[in-house]
């Protein structure tokens, strides 16, 4: 398809989810983003969960945006709380807390303007940007695995320049980012917990290679993983029964994994290949554009 505002082509959603090879997509996205956290309890704290991880991003890419003659970019608070507004998913108090808990873990900066004195700037550190290029790869590779590797090598390569570029394209691509998470309510619930989106992958990739969709549960091994509590997991999937996504065996100690949980992680993982298509294409174009 394409994009008349970036003036590039990209593949869609539909058209990600009909490739015959999107199976093996889907493995390397699960692969990635397991990889990127692992049992690394402090990034699961810290990162894992749906307001945190955009603020994350959100704010490098305000970084990567940043224009001085026009205030409206200035990576401020202010300016991050205007673009997580349609995303819905924390009020201002609530990213105020976690740009502060940003700050005391050294993945943001906060910094006096050079230009007004008044105003302070977030930036990131090397910490925040080098775990953003790990991000970008866990979104890329899907893509190379259909594609080739061609269009997203310098990705694939954790290119800063065409990772700050990427960003800041990012910038005017808030609102559809958003709608990603808006239009997936089944996803929007693991989202919105603490490690529930790492928790529905380490089902989901656990199904994948039992080859059935219905594998063990041990509450205990995945709140362990997770980084969080046995409580903690059991609400979280007793929400996800109740909302027609899972069937849970307590007798077996079993789960199934229904189909339209999955339809819908796929959904999701599609939207989020389509939108980094786009992004990714639309840096590389400003990129040839500026050699």
Known sequence: MYDSHFQVKYRTAASILAHPEYS?????YLNGVLALYGDDVFLNRLLLEGARTVIFAVAICLDAGFRE???DTWPTISNLKKALAPFGLASPRRIEQVVSR???TGYLESRVSPHDARVRLLAPT???????QEWLISHYRPLAILFGEGRYARALGRDPAFQRVQRGVACDFFVQSAMVLLRNPDIMLFLARDAG???LLRLVSATLVAGSATVSLSL???????SISRT???QLLNDAQTQGLVQISQAARQITILP????SLDQFIADGMSNHDLTGAAAMRVLEAAA
């Open 102 to 104: 940003l700050i005391q």
């Open 24 to 28: 093996k997509a889907r493995v390397a």
């Open 220 to 226: 205990a091994d995945l709140a362990r993983s997770c």
């Open 126 to 132: 090397p910490k925040m940007l080098a775990h953003d």
């Open 197 to 199: 989106i790492l928790v």
């Open 260 to 263: 339209r949980a999955l339809q």
């Open 232 to 234: 903690h997991v059991r």
């Open 69 to 71: 003659e026009d205030r």
